[in-house]
């Protein structure tokens, strides 16, 4: 699914994220930035070590935070590493940490003049924030961060090829939201 936000294409598409094309992907990271597993030890055993060289030498990054390292072997040009909260009840901050992750996400990729990113769902894995609940925060994140002045021509919000159910919550989700905007803006 495909929508227009001002200027900018968001998509929510089935695939890999180690495959995409944009000028830099997310991973889902920890906060050592360490290899771990998911999509986040599929971008660094495909990316190659030289991206774990790169983190090592930042060291850390806070949940909610993200940083940037090249893409190594990737056909991306950058990682961006975003570190998401682990799911604990909803009420430790949970959504404002994961928000937080895909906005300075977006702020690092217009600070370096990138045009397009991909993203994966951050903290859906092993971190066990509830799907249904991390895609709704996840897009309106981004559509309120497109709503104001950036250069992004694309978003991609990657969901695994083989992950039917998370694919159905976020285009649902998107579908909602754009549905919301409607209605908004006939009620002016």
Known sequence: ??????????AVISGDITDQTTDAIVAAANPEL????????????????????????IGRCAVGDAVMTSGGDLKARHVIHAVGPVWEDGREGEPELLAGAYRRSLELAVKHGLKSISFPSISTGVYGY????????????????????????EVRMVVYYQD???????????????????KAKKDL
Not at 5 to 10: Q, V, Y
Request: contains cysteine.
């Open 1 to 10: 699914m495909e929508v227009k936000i001002g200027t900018t294409k968001l």
């Open 164 to 182: 039917e159910v998370a694919y159905t919550v976020f285009v649902s989700a998107l579908e909602q939201m754009m549905l919301n905007r409607i």
């Open 130 to 153: 509830p799907l249904r609940l991390a895609a709704p925060t996840a897009l309106k994140t981004i559509i309120d961060f497109l709503d104001h002045d950036h250069h992004l021509e």
């Open 34 to 57: 360490e290899r771990g597993s998911g999509t986040n030890g599929a971008i660094h055993a495909k990316g190659g070590p030289r991206i774990y060289e790169e983190c090592r030498l």
